[in-house]
């Protein structure tokens, strides 16, 4: 590698020079004052002057000015005349008295010694860094001009010009005649010319962002790319580092030293505590803020970013704030600094943000690089941004925060707050082992009693997501028993949790809700509202009571006030049971309520409970984009869904989809043996299920169906509201050719399906046993359950009772010795007759369960509702029935609808059943694909006419009032259906085509 040029951009001060000697040469000499900041080329073109100047004839007489010898009078021009013969005479004598005119004395002869030179022969005097010369010298160089404009003589001096915190001296022309001198400062290298540097001294190719990289942190400045060039040299670094370490010998790092120590010791104090400030984020460094932290002149500041912009030094940020031009260059300019001197600076200007009312976190990024301040105002900035860096979601900013508060002092009584945060936090995005050790200290200072619960709810919910509930639920029970006798609120809220994590282990969770009953059946006052929407749940689960009874119960203990701390259990708890009861949107209303008052940088085992609700609502409604969209699925640092819930429904998603092999790969990747013993297990077992039956296996499907509801039945759960293991088992066994044991199953799930009383469970359990069952009675019961659940796809909400019409006293079905089922809230026929009654035509017909507070989602065109999935199953089943009946026509209807509405849900597998049922039946053609415009639901035109003009995602959602994720889910199932890709094509693909270019209708009974 040759040496750089230092004189690009250089030619016309060059020739200048050139000029002004052959001046000189002619008896006419001038000052020539070559200006500009450290490191831009001043000495290596007083170099080139001089060569130049010598070519022609001309003495050249040199000196280089140093700090180092300020001090020593005449230092400069005896440097000039020290080769001269007469030269040791004249420095030999005593100084000159004080007050001597410089017409006489020492400087007169030194002057007169010069005038022999010149009489000899043309002199050019080259001076470097005279701005360092001695006062003396000074004097006999400004006095030496005013008479060298008749001499053959050509001074040509450079000086520093840049602009320092420090105002500078007065230059060596300022008392000069601007006739007697020509001054030219010498700017900084353009970006291309220092990339043409870069270019002419690297060997081989250079990338374009490479070089962009080289200018940036050589920032035009000659001395700084030719040492960053030199380390270049033996490292090749490629792309260019951030760090000074990186490079060898060190060149780069010496020359911003130097370049700093040119400057002056204020200049030094600025850089460094800009590159400090500039290191813990931009913007942070304004001109207020930088002269407080290094405690420089307010008024020099300003001008001193101004002016190292200007030179290449500092560069705006797109927002226009000035920043180091290379974090390279920002490292060498804080090598020098010690760590303490600058964990000092960070302190500074921690206190100077706090005193002039920054931003908590602005003030708390600071204290992150300062050192133990050992004052309540860190402790107080610190825990307040980690607070607000939780509630923005971004668990890595507050655990730094929090992190760092431990070191200041913290009042005992707030410590067990901050330990149980940051233990939670660290639990949830470090490792599941790190935040243990916090909370259990949390747990153990001697904090306030409300405190202390926060702390033993989040270690018992870090324990039992580890597998121990036991040791959760011992934790939890310690805590009551020893520290809450006297805050009788307090221990419901330890007892409610304990119930919550018991569903972790089968074992714990049927002693914990034993004492429960049992206490409430005592004390229901020291159960609680939580603890009583737990046992709500609990029944609901072990089919002890109907849906209309749980929703009562939950919505009276909604409406009664809670402790804060109780509160939190309520609305997942109500959530859970109004999914169960077919009320989705108020379960979406609970799930909102919920997870708005969870504070998620806290370990809650409500949290996840509300999560799960999130999860399965989206199931419930057959939006599949929506739960493989859900942020429990598709984690947003890519890595596979954790929880057993999500992994389970995200199965049955892709599964429903048309996605088996997808399927497979997910539930293949879940570790089953290594899974907490939970009840989200039994839900996995269930989806791999449903994969395995969608494989065409069903021997294997039947043993995950069983041993899911094995699970099940040994945690009391045996209604088939949670998992519907006894109609997928069922089907499994006609699969293997065993109706018996099928019809057996079936026969069950529709005792337990009329406990519940809901159209979902149902017409589910009913459209199983017509299919286990077969023939005139099958059909009877399918048609029954497609009015059921028709019924409540389609009907809006109804305020008026309604009649026991149509089959009134006819059991659901009839099996030879098998009585009816009893249920705790009316007779065994009344879901029958309630149901087909609202086929009646009567007044009020289909008022349904719950009444005047039913909000079916269905209402809304084109919004499936909680029945939607199975009614689409239950049409299917109806139609091979009607085709094995010999009722064509009928059963074709019944298939094209279920074709349909597996269409609108992007149920590939369930349209596929019906269309295979159409073929069997020996339709000659299936009902076409329900795509392009007409195929939108209402929701989903809204928002892609929204979209298509060219409003974002999260425009369309605050407009709606909906949620972001639902906007998405919409818009991909609109592309589906437009046979689209991107946004760009909503317009066209929303816009009919004209009537002469449209295909013919078919109707619906197209064949």
């Known amino acids: 590698m040759c040496a750089p040029d230092r004189l690009l951009e250089r030619r016309d001060t060059l020739e200048l020079l050139a000029a002004e000697a052959a001046r000189a040469r002619t008896g006419s000499g001038r000052l020539i004052v070559l200006r500009g900041a450290t490191g831009t080329g001043r000495t290596a073109l007083l170099e080139a002057a001089a060569q130049q100047a010598a070519a022609q004839g001309m003495r050249v007489l040199r000196a280089r000015c140093s700090p180092e010898h300020t001090s020593i009078p005449l230092d400069t021009v005896y440097q000039l005349l020290a080769h001269a013969p007469e030269f040791g005479a004249v420095a030999g004598e005593s100084p000159d008295p004080p007050g001597t005119p410089p017409h006489r004395g020492r400087s007169a002869r030194l002057w007169r010694l010069l005038r022999s030179y010149a009489e000899e022969t043309p002199l050019l005097i ?46 060596l022309a300022h008392a000069l005649s601007s006739a007697l001198v020509h001054t030219r400062t010498l700017a900084p290298l353009s970006p291309d010319s220092a990339a043409e540097l870069i270019r002419s001294v690297r060997a081989g190719d250079t990338a374009p962002e490479w070089v962009a990289d080289c200018v940036r942190a050589g920032a035009g400045n000659p001395l700084l790319l030719s040492a960053l060039l030199d380390d270049l040299q033996s490292t090749d670094q490629d792309p260019l580092p951030d760090t000074c370490a990186a490079l060898y010998p060190g060149s780069y790092a010496a020359a911003v030293s130097w370049w700093l120590d040119s400057a002056g010791p204020a200049t030094i104090e600025v850089a460094r505590a800009f590159a400090a400030l500039d290191e813990v984020g931009p913007g942070t460094a304004d001109a207020d803020l930088l002269a407080r932290t290094a405690g420089a002149d307010p008024g020099r500041v300003p001008g001193w970013l101004t002016a190292m912009t200007r030179l290449g030094l500092l560069r705006p940020d797109p927002e226009g704030r000035p920043r180091y031009a290379h974090p390279l260059l920002r490292d060498a300019v804080l090598g020098g600094w010690s760590s303490a001197a600058r964990q000092r600076a960070h302190r500074r200007a921690a206190e100077a943000m706090l005193r002039r009312g920054d931003h908590a976190e602005a003030v708390a990024g600071q204290l992150l690089r300062a050192g133990p301040v050992g004052d309540t105002w860190a402790t107080a900035a610190l825990l307040d941004a980690a607070d607000l860096a939780a509630r923005d979601d971004r668990s890595d900013d507050a655990l730094a925060y929090l992190r760092r508060a431990l ?42 009693p409300r405190d202390r619960v926060r702390a033993a709810v989040a270690l018992g919910t870090a324990l039992a997501r580890r597998g121990d509930a036991r040791a959760a639920i011992d934790v939890l029970r310690g805590l009551r028993d020893e520290h809450l006798t006297g805050h009788p609120d307090l221990a419901r809220t330890a007892q409610t949790a304990s119930a919550l994590l018991s569903d972790h282990d089968q074992g714990v969770r049927q002693e914990v809700y034993r004492r429960l009953r049992e ?29 209309e009874s749980a929703m009562d119960r939950v919505r ?24 169960w009861a077919d009320q989705l949107d108020e379960a979406d209303r609970l799930v909102r309520r919920g997870l708005a008052g969870q504070r998620t940088s806290l370990l809650h085992p409500m949290h996840t409970a509300l999560l799960n609700v999130r999860i399965d609502l989206a199931a419930a409604r057959g939006a599949y984009d929506e739960v493989l969209a859900d942020p429990e699925v598709r984690r947003p640092d890519g890595s596979p869904p954790t929880s057993a819930n999500a992994v389970a429904h995200a199965v049955v998603a892709l599964v429903e989809t048309g996605r088996t092999e997808e399927a497979a790969r997910l539930a293949e990747g879940f570790d089953l043996q290594n899974a907490p013993d939970s009840w989200e297990l039994n839900r996995f077992l269930y989806a791999r299920g449903v994969l395995h039956t969608a494989l065409g296996d069903p021997a294997a499907a039947l043993d995950d169906f069983l041993e899911c509801g094995r699970r099940q039945a040994a945690r009391d759960v045996v209604s088939p509201v949670v998992t519907p293991w ?43 046993l017509a299919t286990a069952t077969g023939g005139r009675r099958g059909l009877h019961l399918a048609d029954r359950a497609v009015r059921i659940l028709h019924q409540d796809a389609h009907t809006p909400p109804r305020t008026e009772a309604e009649p026991h019409g149509g089959t009134t006293g006819e059991a659901p079905y009839a099996t030879a010795g098998e009585p009816p089922c009893a249920t705790p809230d009316r007779t065994p026929d009344d879901i029958a007759t309630n149901r087909e009654g609202a086929d009646s035509g009567a007044p009020g017909a289909g008022r349904g369960m719950l009444g005047a507070d039913r909000g079916t989602p269905g209402a809304e065109r084109g919004t499936p509702g909680a029945a939607e999935t199975e009614l689409i199953a239950a049409l299917t089943a109806q139609g091979r029935l009607l085709t094995a009946a010999g009722e064509r026509a009928r059963a074709r209807d019944a298939l094209r609808e279920a074709a349909a509405r597996a269409e609108r849900l992007g149920a590939v597998r369930a349209r596929a059943a019906a269309e295979e049922a159409l073929r069997e039946g020996g339709a000659r053609r299936t009902t076409p694909a329900l795509t392009g415009p007409d195929a939108l639901t209402a929701g989903e035109r809204r928002i892609a006419e929204l979209a298509a003009q060219s409003r974002t995602n999260t425009e369309i959602a605050e407009l709606l009032h909906l949620a972001r994720r639902t906007v998405e889910t919409h818009l991909t199932s609109t592309y589906r259906k437009l046979g689209i890709r991107r946004r760009a094509e909503l317009s066209a693909a929303l816009t009919p085509p004209p009537d002469s270019a449209r295909p013919p209708k078919r109707g619906p009974a197209s064949r």
């Open 519 to 547: 206490t409430a059946e005592r004390s229901p006052d020291l159960v609680g509202t939580a603890g009583q929407a737990l046992l709500v749940r609990y029944e609901s689960t072990a089919g002890l009571t109907s849906a």
């Open 556 to 579: 009276a203990l909604l409406a009664q006030p809670a402790d804060p701390l109780e509160e939190a259990f309520l609305p997942g708890t109500a959530a859970a049971v109004a999914q």
């Open 407 to 448: 070191d200041e002092p913290i009042p005992p009584a707030r410590r067990t707050a901050v330990l149980t945060e940051l233990g939670s936090l660290e639990y949830a995005t470090v490792r599941s082992t790190a935040g243990i050790p916090r909370l259990a200290e949390a747990m153990r200072l001697p904090g306030p």
């Open 126 to 171: 080259a001076v470097d860094d005279a701005h360092l010369a001695d006062a003396a010298s000074r004097r006999w160089l400004v006095e030496a001009v005013r008479w060298i404009d008749r001499l053959p003589v050509l001074l040509v001096v450079t000086e520093r010009s840049q602009y320092d915190i420090d105002p500078p001296a007065d230059g």
């Open 726 to 768: 006894r109609t997928a088992a069922a089907e499994c066994q006609l699969a293997l050719g065993r109706p018996r044991e099928a019809l057996a199953l079936a026969e069950e799930d529709l005792c337990l399906a009329r406990v519940w009383n809901t159209p979902r469970v149902l017409g589910r359990a009913l459209r199983t």
